[in-house]
């Protein structure tokens, strides 16, 4: 029996790392995404870092939900920037669960498993290096978060605020200058889109000691071919598919 965890390219083995397995908004392929019980399933099924999304509300929290309106994922309407709190706890996010706050998600998952936070909302990147800071000073490990976007700029304001928590690059395309990006940030990881992976990318990222996270990865067959080119962790809806089995 051979774990994805345990399979090691050479240059996995150079670098140190473990193969990590990611639970895309929790396990939204089992559970109503970025919420609680979906994190509780991810921790489950045996991840080692859980993603969210996160938004800035009318009361000033964060909460984790991936898109700026309630629309999709709730029995509400409208913008997350326009509702309290206390409005948007009287929302179904999907068998009767409601939208965390990012706290209450910590809170749960208690260092168990890291946490990869998307700065997808406006303004996020301020408020949530607070909040990293808050829980270091309670006892994480800094290591334990990992904070990403597609957004340059929050994550611009996210280093200026905060010069020593992970930063990872995500993209859904090629981008010009993206090794620039990483030296501008000081990025730990960078976190391409599946239709972007190349072994080429993958040597240059591990030439300088990037991290490669791929998103989103649910097929099996998908998910083995990444694992032999290399890259270092996948975002999957259904992580227990990120166990393996079998030979290559
Ligand atoms: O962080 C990787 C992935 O979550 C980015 O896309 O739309 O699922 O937030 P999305
Ligand atoms: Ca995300």
Known sequence: MLAYGQFQTETHRQLGNKFLKIGHRGAMGYEPENTLGSFQTAIKLGVDMIEL??????????????????DRTTNG??????????????????????????????????????????????????PVAGLIDKYVSGGWDRNLFLVSSFNVSELKDFREKDGKSRIGIIFDKKSGDLFGLVDKLGAYSIHPNTKLVTP?????????????????????????????????????????????????
């Open 53 to 70: 999304d996160v938004h800035l509300c009318k009361s000033g929290e964060l909460v984790v939900i991936h898109n700026e309106k309630v």
């Open 77 to 126: 309407k409208g913008f997350i920037a326009d509702m309290t709190l206390a409005e948007l706890k009287k929302l179904d996010a999907g068998r009767g669960q409601l939208i965390p706050t990012l706290e209450e998600v910590l809170d749960e998952v208690n260092r168990r498993v890291s946490v990869n936070i998307e700065l997808k909302g406006i303004g996020t990147a301020m």
């Open 200 to 248: 080429d990318l993958i040597e240059e990222a591990h030439k300088k000691g990037l991290r490669v996270f791929v998103w989103t990865v649910n097929f099996p067959d998908d998910i083995r071919r990444l694992i032999k080119i290399g890259v270092d962790g996948i975002f999957s809806d259904f992580p227990d598919r990120l166990v393996w089995s079998g030979g290559f």
